[in-house]
């Protein structure tokens, strides 16, 4: 069922009728046939997204423009700036056909996206107008004009995730984008967009053509016109010395600068003047042009054809191809299903950014000393220690590197450190398990434990088969002399392996199996490792000795020796 409401937006700020305003998604039919602005992407309040793809589809593929090509104008930037407010006057224009009185009557409230005032946002996530335009460019060709509004960015509601791919998938879709910023472009304006778009162009194919095309810098209530004039002429002024980059300027500057530039094929930029006290204070505008001050009018006049004149609109273009709504649905589709994902890092702001590096450094030095430390107590020409003294000094100086950890200031509060404490903790471990294993290499004893435990086994099994024998019990006897056979065969295999460095990975195997036999107290323990060890790794067997049996073949020629 459609519901009616009664909004307003910013730049002024009161809204649409109740008779013109619906709210309309891909399960309800339009009320009485009349275009709308169309709800395509919905934030979810556990901050995933989510893409009406049905509503979408009934935009894009109905019969008329599915198969022509697309232009995508989209309007972006910070919540409560009038991105619907101006929207609603490209909708004017386009209905009426651009013609010279396309803002029609003074007295007329503005209709079309739902837009207010105050201090709450009202757009979310990014809307379609229902109707697509059809225009005809100067070459004679057809073309099909869509227009999208988007969510605004920074609001107390909405994740830095969310403003970024809210961002990013609208500049990705359209071939226009209006950046609305107010009152000047600062340098803070200018790292959000560093940050969206790069954002966007991480979910894109890498190509080495410039991955968007046209933004266009709005800038709204511009209070300089000594400076700089209004209008485009004016703007392109001040945006050349905005994206200016000099050698004095610092590293960081620049490569926000240069980022830029290397992002869109095209950028310009237009100043507006304030709309006017009434449109800013009056809590009941509801978008008449009377009430709207005449230099923001004239200059409207000059920004709406200007961006939207068959002239000046770009038709959509991925990788140097143009695209037709039905292409841009897909690509809809596709580049959706990357932020649904995990693929993509989440963006950060400037403190979660500053104290993860800080509370990371922190860890670095921490685990420097342990590593210093513990060098000092059993790394390289050091002598063998016993284990349990090891154990003593790794505690020692583990608790001493926590303490430096701990006594280095870092941002985030305790709560966000606590996590690196714990990563800390773990990597300590895990580095004294490598001291302990080169710590036990430099034993005797353990070194030649593999060859003396080879030994053994050829021992008992050369007495077994020889009492076997003996008494006559020539399976157990053939059995004791197949298994010292093979001893002596991994024994030579084995000091050929530390002789050479070859095969290495077999040589641990056998280092593994006679731990096994070695440590275990249980014969039936040591049987069932060996045979775990034997089952993983028998890719090896087979590539050290080509020729022998395989062991799936095994079990049939015990069958055969048995009849």
């Given at each position: 069922m459609a519901k009616h409401r009664k909004e307003r937006d910013s730049w002024g700020e009161w809204s649409l009728s109740d008779k013109n305003v619906y709210d309309w998604s891909s399960e309800e039919e339009e009320p009485d046939g009349r275009a709308q602005p169309i709800q395509v992407l919905l934030v979810k309040d556990d901050h995933t997204f989510e893409l009406d793809e049905v509503a979408l589809s009934r935009i894009l593929l109905a019969e008329e423009v599915r198969d022509r090509e697309v232009v995508a104008i989209s309007v972006a930037g910070a919540f409560r700036k009038g991105k619907s407010f101006l929207m609603d006057f490209m909708l004017r224009y386009m209905y009426n056909h651009a013609s010279e009185g396309w803002l029609g009557d003074a007295d007329e409230p503005l209709t079309g996206f739902s837009w207010r005032g105050g201090s709450e946002r009202e757009t979310t996530g990014i809307q379609i107008w229902s109707e697509v335009f059809l225009v005809d460019k100067p070459n004679g060709r057809k073309v099909a004009v869509l227009l999208m509004d988007t969510q605004g960015t920074f609001d107390s509601q909405s994740t830095l995730r969310d403003s970024a791919t809210v961002f990013a998938l609208s500049t990705m879709i359209s071939s226009m984008q209006v950046y609305n910023i107010s009152q000047n472009v600062q340098e803070d304006d200018l790292q959000h967009l560093q940050l969206f778009t790069e954002y966007g162009r991480l979910a894109m194919e890498?190509?080495?053509?410039?991955?968007?095309?046209?933004?266009?810098?709005?800038?709204?209530?511009?209070?300089?016109?000594?400076?700089?004039?209004?209008?485009?002429?004016?703007?392109?002024?001040?945006?050349?010395?905005?994206?200016?980059?000099?050698?004095?300027?610092?590293?960081?500057?620049?490569?926000?600068?240069?980022?830029?530039?290397?992002?869109?094929?095209?950028?310009?930029?237009?100043?507006?003047?304030?709309?006017?006290?009434?449109?800013?204070?009056?809590?009941?505008?509801?978008?008449?042009?009377?009430?709207?001050?005449?230099?923001?009018?004239?200059?409207?006049?000059?920004?709406?054809?200007?961006?939207?004149?068959?002239?000046?609109?770009?038709?959509?273009?991925?990788?140097?191809?143009?695209?037709?709504?039905?292409?841009?649905?897909?690509?809809?589709?596709?580049?959706?299903?990357?932020?649904?994902?995990?693929?993509?890092?989440?963006?950060?702001?400037?403190?979660?950014?500053?104290?993860?590096a800080n509370n990371l450094a922190a860890v670095a030095a921490a685990k420097d000393l342990y590593n210093k430390k513990m060098e000092e107590v059993c790394g390289g020409d050091r002598p063998f220690l016993a284990p349990g003294e090891l154990q003593a000094r790794h505690g020692a100086i583990r608790e001493e590197a926590l303490q430096v950890f701990r006594g280095v200031k870092k941002m985030g509060g305790e709560e966000f450190s606590r996590r690196y404490l714990q990563q800390l903790e773990g990597e300590v471990d895990e580095v004294f398990v490598q001291y302990i294993k080169h710590n036990d290499s430099k034993n005797i004893f353990h070194a030649a434990r593999t060859p003396a435990t080879l030994f053994v086994v050829i021992f008992i099994m050369y007495v077994a088969a020889g009492i076997t024998g003996f008494v006559g019990v020539d399976i157990i006897a053939s059995l004791c002399n197949m298994i010292l056979g093979l001893a002596l065969i991994t024994l030579c295999t084995w000091a050929y392996i530390r002789y050479s460095g070859e095969y290495r990975e077999l040589g641990a195997v056998i280092d593994q199996v006679a731990g096994a036999l070695w440590d275990q107290g249980s014969t039936n323990e040591a049987l069932y490792k060996l045979y775990n060890v034997a089952a993983n790794h028998r890719h090896l067997y087979h590539h050290a000795f080509p020729g022998g049996p395989r062991a799936e073949d095994v079990p049939e020629e015990q069958d055969k020796k048995r009849d």
């Open positions: 890498e190509t080495f053509l410039k991955p968007f095309q046209s933004m266009i810098f709005l800038v709204r209530d511009w209070s300089f016109p000594y400076e700089f004039p209004y209008g485009q002429e004016g703007g392109m002024k001040f945006l050349e010395k905005r994206l200016k980059i000099s050698e004095n300027q610092h590293e960081e500057l620049q490569n926000v600068r240069k980022h830029i530039h290397s992002c869109f094929t095209n950028i310009s930029c237009f100043l507006m003047p304030h709309p006017g006290l009434k449109v800013a204070t009056n809590p009941h505008f509801d978008g008449r042009i009377l009430e709207i001050d005449g230099e923001f009018i004239n200059n409207l006049k000059v920004l709406v054809p200007w961006l939207l004149s068959p002239l000046n609109i770009d038709v959509k273009e991925i990788n140097g191809s143009k695209i037709t709504c039905r292409g841009l649905l897909e690509y809809f589709k596709a580049y959706i299903k990357i932020y649904q994902g995990e693929e993509l890092p989440h963006p950060k702001s400037m403190l979660q950014a500053t104290a993860e």
